[in-house]
C-alpha cells in the first residue's frame, strides 16, 4: 500500500475531489500554503493499493491544470522594491505528488 501527498492550486481541489469519489478513492483534504506565491493550496492525502497508484496520479494529472499567473517582481524578490519593475507572468498549478511507502494501515 502507498499513500500519496498531493499538492494542488485550490482552484483544482473541488473537482479534483470529486473525481477521486467517482474514481473509488478514499482522501483526506488539508488546507495548505503555497511557499512560492503563499497562495491557497490544498493537500490531499489518498490512501491507495499499489497496484491503483497509477490510476490514481493520472485522475490527479488530468484534473490538476498549470496557468498562468502575474505577480510583481517585488512580490518575489523584496530587495527589488525599488524598482518600478512591471509584472512577470510565471506558471502557477499543476500538482506535485509525493508517494510514500505504508508500513501499516488500520480503519476504526
Request: glycine share 8%.
Amino acid at each position: 500500500m502507498k499513500v500519496i501527498l498531493a499538492i494542488v492550486q485550490d482552484k483544482d481541489s473541488q473537482v479534483l475531489q470529486e473525481k477521486l469519489v467517482k474514481g473509488g478513492f478514499r482522501s483526506t483534504k488539508l488546507p495548505s500554503t503555497g511557499g512560492f506565491l503563499k497562495a491557497g493550496n490544498c493537500t490531499f492525502i489518498i490512501g491507495v493499493e499499489d497496484e491503483k497508484v497509477d490510476i490514481a496520479l493520472e485522475v490527479i494529472r488530468k484534473n490538476c491544470h498549470t496557468r498562468s499567473q502575474y505577480v510583481t517582481p517585488t512580490f518575489l524578490m523584496p530587495e527589488a522594491a525599488s524598482s518600478l519593475a512591471e509584472p512577470i507572468q510565471v506558471q502557477v498549478g499543476g500538482a506535485t505528488c509525493f508517494i510514500l511507502p505504508v508500513e501499516k494501515f488500520v480503519r476504526f
